[in-house]
């Protein structure tokens, strides 16, 4: 299961609830006939449970969203604090340059000069754009997830290739 999102809290009174989404373009996942939801974000895919989704829009700098058998702030609240997700096969295609973080994740990060620096742990929101935290032998490195630092992500050969030197 690919975690999307989080569930913050209710949304008004007609079933809405407010998401932090891990992700650029939550309102993509519009276009998906379900969501799967589960209060552990590590559980496994037959503890995660299908829901009818009916809407994904913006709200303000804020993501709502609205499960088709959700119509009262009372049924919403029983989803606050949940994880929504869904499997790989259900997801919008990405474009050429675009991941998924869960594919990002576990990946070894070298630098020009092929310097190892470690491997992909996770991801970070900065505001301005997301962060690699790229756990090293060394040390832990967060790098900004941009073209200018990233040159390339390769997924087959499992490798991101930064403009960034070891000693930094």
């Known amino acids: 299961m690919i975690v999307l999102g989080r569930i913050v809290a209710p949304y008004g009174v007609q079933g809405w609830l407010r998401l932090h989404a891990f992700g650029d373009e939550p309102l993509a996942w519009g276009q998906m006939q379900n969501l799967w939801f589960s209060a552990d974000e590590n559980a496994q895919a037959e503890h995660w449970r299908a829901i009818d989704l009916e809407q994904v829009k913006n709200h303000g700098d804020k993501v709502v969203i609205k499960f088709k058998d959700i119509s009262d702030r009372d049924s919403a609240e029983r989803f606050a604090p ?13 474009s050429a340059d675009e991941y998924y973080w869960s594919d990002l994740i576990g990946l070894t990060v070298v630098n020009l000069s092929d310097a190892n620096l470690g491997k992909v742990k996770t991801l970070l929101e900065s505001g301005a754009n997301e962060v690699l935290v790229v756990e090293g032998p060394d040390r832990q490195r967060l790098l900004p997830f941009v073209a200018q630092i990233v040159k390339s992500v390769d997924l087959k050969r499992k490798l991101v290739v930064v403009d960034w030197e070891a000693d930094w």
């Not at 949940?82 to 990405?94: D, M, S, Y």
Request: glycine letters at 8%; one cysteine or more; proline letters at 15%.
């Open 82 to 94: 949940c994880f929504v997700g869904a499997p790989r096969e259900a997801l919008p295609k990405t």
